[in-house]
């Protein structure tokens, strides 16, 4: 097995250490301060009294303490190292002098430990030392509460979950399969299998939570399977039922229409595109033209921006279920970009290296999940180790990719109905979060948070009726999306640890509304004005816009060919080609039914063959002077051919 030079499995002995120590890493919206002064006690904001030791009165005097750096035995002489003698008087002369001396500093110490003492009981008396000028106890109070709101907030560290608060967001009619955020978490993505796809701006929203643009069947009749914001947050892929990805900007307008594949064709590296419908898309994460699809056709197809007739690159995934083919239901790329995971409905797991080669996966596992099921969710961690899937075989696994064998952790009886079914790690790489599906009116759908390491669980949230669909967490705002079968979109946050996105629009009141203000009306139809003149491509043709416009359109009017006027019945005798009818004649062409269908023709005209034998007018007198005995043919073509078929019939004698 290929290493990739990666270190152990945080899983093993040797890497167990190293694991956690990655996995206790905090992103930098909940950066902690470690340092051990928030648990000292608080200091007072004037400056600390000097210490003075009290010394004693003694005969000696002790030398200063030698200097930081300095050696500690005694002082040795410089120069030759050679001892040298004072004369005697000299040396009485010097002994005197350090007499006097060593009595003056006597005297000073005990000076300085009275005034100090002085002072010392002075500040016992007199109580707290004056605050300094321009500042009251008032700003005082103030400040010392600000330190303990700024202490308050430095208590909240990464491991709380912003699910304190929600919103909730209706607009679908059925479940919603899809969400995406912007990399800012201003803007979120929706779209469902009502075939729809709603654009949300938490700053442009109040109270009332109305989407700003929604987009009715951008791929016809199919469901919405998959929603994807680029890294720049300018674009997103939508990846629907059917076998075309579509690229939108953040506005709402298409951009793009990606090829699709000739579905004759038995080889999938020989098609532009896919043959059917598409699971997934995924960004390439350091590469903002790059982005992977998945379909049920077996084959995983890279893209690039620019090129729209044909793909970049084909995986063809082959299998040993019968027919050497598998729908590819999840892929993905790692945090680095380097490595391309997959997993398909035979429950094999398969990785590449995102550079190739594409022929067979560099690793694989046989029955990673149940065969037959769908895996509908595969991530992984931003340490580019740790990996987790999500089957509707009700099971959640943790794989780590340096010792890719077998499953690190699985969590069982874990209900998923959805094909849209997703679980992800939280941006600080310490939780693993997922939704559960319940049954109809059998309770409620939750959300369910592990610890990454061993997938135990930490927290269960509570979401509303209906299976919870897909997840989002956003690092930058620190919010949680949950989608549901309801129809609705439940945006949880923290009003410490979150910022921005649904705080902005949560308190947020909507305009008061006047007479004059069409929007109460509730039917959105109501309120579209269509006027197709005021469109550019009409402007040109408009002789209202140009000089003397009226005049020229009366004189439109007035020519019937010009302004294209539709004749009139024609009343009385017939005239320019036409055959004139009455009133009478149009309610008699209802009241008598034409019978001539019904008859049979050789009656019809056998009704007529006396008259035309005693009154010959057509044929006899045209040979009354050269033919007037009439000869017959005694036999007619169609006679000689069935003679010439019946000879042909008979064989020779």
């Known amino acids: 097995m290929e290493n990739w030079g990666l270190p152990l499995a945080f899983g093993s002995k040797k890497g167990g250490n190293a694991s956690k120590a990655a996995a206790s890493a905090k992103p930098a919206w909940a950066a902690e301060d470690d340092d051990d002064d928030d648990d000292a006690p608080r200091m007072s904001r004037l400056p600390p009294p000097t210490t003075t030791t009290t010394t004693t ?20 002489p410089s120069g030759s190292g050679l001892k040298m003698e004072l004369h005697p008087m000299l040396a009485r002369a ?28 002075d500040d016992e008396d007199v109580g707290p030392m004056p605050l300094p000028s321009g500042h009251t106890e008032e700003e005082e109070e103030e400040e010392e509460e600000e330190e303990d709101d700024d202490d308050d907030d430095e208590d909240y560290d990464d491991d709380l979950l912003p699910v304190s608060r929600q ?69 997103f892929l939508i990846a629907s039922g059917a076998n075309q990805a579509k690229l939108y900007d953040r506005e709402g307008s298409m951009v793009c229409e990606y090829m699709k594949g000739d579905m004759y064709l038995r080889d999938m590296k020989h098609t532009k595109g896919h043959i059917s419908a598409l699971t997934c898309c995924k960004w390439h994460p350091t590469d903002r033209s790059i982005f992977l699809t998945a379909s049920l ?89 740790a990996m987790i899937t999500r089957s509707n075989d009700d099971t959640l696994k943790l ?20 094909e849209e079914s997703n679980a992800i790690f939280s941006p600080n790489n310490k939780f693993v979060v997922t939704g559960v599906s ?23 949230v509570d979401v509303g009726n209906g299976s919870v669909v897909k997840v989002l967490w956003n690092g930058k705002i620190n919010q949680i999306c949950a989608s549901t079968t309801e129809g609705s979109v439940h945006v949880f946050y923290d ?20 007479v004059d203000d069409m929007s109460y009306l509730e039917d959105e139809s109501a309120r579209v004005i269509i006027n197709p003149h005021a469109l550019p491509m009409y402007r040109e043709d408009n002789i209202l816009t140009n000089r003397g416009g009226k005049r020229k359109l009366a004189k439109i009017r007035k020519d019937p060919i010009a302004s294209r006027k539709p004749d009139r019945p024609i009343t009385g005798p017939g005239r320019g080609g036409k055959v004139g009818t009455s009133l ?70």
């Open 57 to 76: 009165t003694t005969t000696t005097t002790t030398a200063p303490p030698p200097s930081k750096g300095a050696s500690a035995g005694p002082a040795r």
């Open 94 to 121: 010097t002994a005197s002098a350090s007499a006097s001396a060593t009595a003056q500093l006597t005297a000073s110490n005990l000076s300085t430990t009275n005034e100090v003492n002085d002072d010392d009981e």
């Open 167 to 235: 919103i909730k967001l209706t607009d679908h009619r059925r479940t919603v399969s899809a969400l995406t955020l912007d990399p800012s978490g201003a803007r979120l993505i929706s779209g469902g299998r009502d075939c729809t796809v709603k654009l949300w701006d938490f700053h442009g929203m109040n109270e009332n939570f109305r989407p700003f643009r929604s987009i009715d069947e951008p791929c016809g009749g199919n469901p919405i399977r998959d929603l994807q914001f680029s890294n720049s947050g300018d674009q």
């Open 297 to 385: 056709d077996s084959s995983i197809r890279i893209w690039n921006v620019d090129m729209k007739r044909e793909n970049k690159v084909v995986i063809p995934v082959k299998s040993k279920d019968k027919g050497g083919r598998t729908a590819i239901t999840a892929a993905t790329y790692s945090p680095d970009g380097k490595i391309i995971a997959a997993i398909g409905q035979d429950g094999e797991l398969r990785l590449w290296g995102s550079d190739g080669p594409f022929l067979k996966p560099s690793h694989s596992i046989e029955n990673a999940h149940m065969s037959n099921s769908v895996t509908s969710s595969i991530n992984i961690a931003m340490d580019n180790f």
């Open 399 to 418: 794989w780590d990719i340096r010792s890719f064998k077998k499953p690190v952790s699985t969590v069982t009886n874990l209900p998923s109905f959805y």
């Open 438 to 460: 319940v049954k109809k009116d059998e309770g409620v759908g939750k959300l369910v948070f592990f610890d990454k390491n061993d997938l135990s669980v930490v927290k269960n």
């Open 495 to 514: 009003d410490h640890v979150s910022v921005a996105g649904a705080k902005f629009c949560a308190g947020k009141k909507a305009k008061a509304k006047g």
């Open 584 to 653: 009478t004649q149009h309610l008699m062409k209802g009241l008598m039914k034409d019978t001539m269908r019904d008859e049979d023709p050789r009656e019809a005209i056998l009704k007529h063959a006396a008259e035309a034998s005693a009154n010959p007018f057509w044929i006899a007198p045209a040979y009354q002077a050269t033919q007037p005995k009439a000869v017959m043919a005694e036999k007619v073509y169609e006679d000689e051919d069935e003679e010439d078929r019946a000879n042909k019939k008979k064989r020779p004698s």
